[in-house]
Nanobody
């Protein structure tokens, strides 16, 4: 499985961006998908996750109420809608796929089997 993330860019504080991640292969609809981010000098951290069907979502407290994760299984794509962006949201954002589809440890990087290349999000103050 290959994951290709896109949609990052430079935006002012308070602005919005929509990230996309397209997956290759026929088993996308069975994977839990997640978004993580990594700021310079910091560890990669969990942002959001969505169940294989899209019926269940989870968010880091820092983005709850501002970010929305969704997916389109027909298009093998997962999205991250980011609103009310803050300078502290600046990071490289990565999408990831969990083959098990159901792990309760969705917030851990080790849970995920496949990773995209990352897309840079920069929020200016």
């Amino acid at each position: 499985v290959q994951l290709q993330a896109s949609g990052g860019g430079l935006v002012q504080a308070g602005g919005s961006l929509r990230l996309s991640c397209v997956a290759s292969g026929r088993t996308f609809s069975s994977y839990r998908m997640g978004w993580f981010r990594q700021a310079p000098g910091k560890e990669r951290e969990f942002v959001a996750a969505i169940s294989y069907s899209g019926s269940g979502t989870d968010y880091a407290d820092s983005v709850k109420g501002r970010f929305t994760i969704s997916r389109d299984n027909a298009k093998n794509t997962v999205f991250l809608e980011m609103n009310s962006l803050k300078p502290e949201d600046t990071a490289v954002y990565y999408c990831a796929a969990d083959r098990s589809g159901y792990s309760s440890r969705y917030y851990l990087t080790d849970t995920y089997d496949y990773w995209g290349q990352g897309t840079q999000v920069t929020v200016s103050s």
